[in-house]
């Protein structure tokens, strides 16, 4: 990554952060609040592959973490193995298509919520389980399919495009067969 | 570059990353790292607050005009000035009901009776917690006012909790219905009993553990802190009451929950008592 685009980058984790801390936290249903700093690996898994993914999600959880009672890392942890997940898994994939941030967005935030509460548990937080956990799924993973494609604008002109970083590339995808 | 090569590339950064998260983890569970991580997350809240409060002032009227202008469209012309003057009616009674609300818990804070010679610092909440895993809140005072690591919090009503992370202006506070916490308590009859009540997370009513089965209690029992050699609250603050209580067959204690006492749910300002657990 270059220079420029680490300070792209840099900027939109400070967007996003601020949003987070400022006006996010002050949307409640039921208790619960979104949590857009999830979208952040799901659209750089599209845009830059696995790779940056992964890199994109350790970051954007260590800064969270700051923010979080909860232990510090375990948002690190969840967010590059869903970085790299959503990078792996729509590598194949049309990364244009309008549907595919919105999609991954809701099925990654579902899942990052969901791991990230029973990997809480394991590393001695059961009550990471006890909560209204349903409703956190729902809340987070609908917000953030709806905030999905502005996000992607965001991390796309952050973050060069690298759609076959790190996979093999099929004869056809690669220009070798036409 | 080889093919193979490259697509190791993200397998190795995502099992670096992986390692790193996990060694973090774990550092952070052992004492010595978690001073430092501690340190850098006070660090990070005193430096991003002004970012808070100057982005906070601005949205707070920019979502005040955008409420504004959906009232306005929606009037015809000929009602505008009615209307107009029923939403500034309606909107001074709420800021008054407000007001009175907020007076109230002010009031009730500053003459806390159970606190007893113990020095307090009022606060007045800021934040509802910025994880939904967790029930913590935010307060507007911190180190510079004497606020420090494990110190209790209370509120109108009783006990809230316990400072966990002590920023220079700010302090985060862990609340009783939070899963880690626990509380020595003491209630009676029989005179002196004990138990710890846990929380079940936020909005849920506490557990009590460690009651004997068949203990004769009554909703509205009151249970206070134990103050007992090594606890983490002082003794004589009121915790919560008896929600309800019953003895399943052949069970070695008796279910009970209690609600807390203060309201943890609509917390305006609370009372951090200057009082650090002995270590």
């Known amino acids: 990554m270059t220079a ?23 949307i409640r249903l039921g208790g619960v609040h979104p949590d857009i700093m999830i979208l952040l690996p799901i659209v750089a898994g599209i845009v830059g592959g696995p790779g940056r993914g992964a890199v994109v999600g350790f970051v954007a959880g260590l800064v969270s973490d700051l923010f979080l009672p909860t232990p510090f890392g375990l948002s690190a942890l969840v967010g590059c193995l869903l970085g790299f997940g959503v990078g792996a898994a729509t590598v194949a994939l049309d990364r244009t298509a309008r549907w595919l941030p919105p999609l991954a967005a809701l099925v990654g935030s579902a899942l990052y919520e969901l791991i990230y509460a029973v990997l809480g548990s394991v590393l001695g937080q059961p009550q990471m389980l006890h909560v209204d956990l349903a409703r956190i799924v729902v809340l987070v993973a609908v917000t953030n399919a709806v905030l999905a494609l502005p996000a ?15 996979v093999p590339t099929s004869p056809v995808s690669s220009g070798v067969l036409r | 570059m080889p093919a193979s090569r490259r697509s190791r590339r993200p397998r190795t950064t995502l099992l ?43 949205i707070e009227p920019v979502g005040n005009f955008l409420a504004g202008s959906v009232h306005y469209g929606a009037v015809r012309q000929q009602n505008q000035l009615l209307q107009q003057q029923i939403d500034h009616l309606k909107l001074e009674q709420r800021s008054q009901a407000d007001a009175i609300e907020r007076m109230k818990q002010l009031s009730a804070i500053l003459g806390l009776p159970f606190v007893g010679n113990l020095q307090t610092v009022p606060a ?33 009503g009783g006990l809230v909790g316990q400072v966990v992370q002590a920023n220079h202006g700010s302090a985060t506070v862990r609340l009783i219905t939070d899963g880690q916490s626990s509380v020595g308590v003491t209630f009676s009859p029989p005179p002196g009993s004990l138990a710890v009540l846990t929380g079940q997370g936020s909005g849920k009513p506490l557990a009590a553990n460690l009651v004997p089965p068949n203990t004769p209690l009554t909703p509205g029992q009151v249970f206070t802190t134990s103050g007992l050699q090594g606890a983490i609250y002082p003794g004589g603050i009121p915790v919560a009451t008896v929600r309800s209580a019953r003895t399943g067959t052949n069970a ?6 209690l609600q807390p006492l203060a309201d943890l749910t609509h917390l305006r300002y609370v009372a951090v008592i200057l009082w650090t657990p002995p270590s």
């Open chain 1, 152 to 166: 992607m604008w965001l991390v796309a002109w952050a973050l060069p495009q690298a759609s076959t970083e790190g």
């Open chain 2, 16 to 58: 670096v990353l992986v390692l790193a998260s996990v060694s973090i983890i774990t550092l952070d569970a052992r004492g010595g790292f978690h001073r430092i991580t501690s340190g850098v997350r006070s660090v990070a809240a005193d430096a991003f607050s002004p970012v808070r409060s100057a982005v906070d002032g601005v």
């Open chain 2, 124 to 156: 007045e909440v800021t934040n509802y917690g910025t994880s939904d895993f967790a029930a913590t809140v935010d307060i507007g005072v911190g180190r510079n006012e004497g606020v420090q690591l494990n110190m209790p919090v209370v509120g109108a």
């Open chain 2, 252 to 257: 070695s204690q008796e279910s009970v929950t």
């Open chain 1, 4 to 26: 420029r685009a680490a300070a792209r980058m840099g900027l939109v984790f400070l967007l996003f952060l601020t949003v987070q801390q400022t006006v996010i936290l002050d």
